[in-house]
């Protein structure tokens, strides 16, 4: 088996890319099973990090840093409409 890993930046405000941070960074580090992600904040972007031992933890931890950040923009746009 080999493994997997990918870099994915985000570029947004400021406040919004400390937002995705701070949910993410409770799990940040750890090393599960299979599977783990480093965070690193810039002024302009957040690097995440990810590390796999195989595809379906790959896709297991790549989900769940998408679902985290789909709830902190779906709260993000419901606050900007109030």
Same mark, same amino acid.
């Given at each position: 088996?080999g ?18 941070h701070? @949910?993410?960074?409770?799990e @940040?580090?750890?090393?599960? @099973? ?6 690193? $904040?810039?002024?302009?972007? $957040?690097? *995440?990090? *990810?590390?796999? #031992?195989?595809? !379906?933890?790959?896709? @297991? *931890? #790549?989900? !769940?840093?998408?679902? $985290? ?6 709260? *993000?746009?419901?606050?900007?409409? !109030?």
């Open positions: 088996m493994d997997f890993s990918a870099e994915l930046i985000v570029k947004e405000k400021k406040e919004v890319l400390q937002a995705y701070d @949910a993410l960074e409770p @940040a580090g750890e090393q599960m @099973a299979r599977a783990s992600y480093k965070l690193d $904040l810039q002024k302009d972007k $957040l690097v *995440i990090t *990810i590390t796999a #031992t195989d595809a !379906t933890a790959f896709r @297991a *931890i #790549t989900n !769940t840093i998408v679902g $985290l950040m789909a709830v902190v923009e779906s709260s *993000i746009k419901t606050a900007q409409k !109030t």
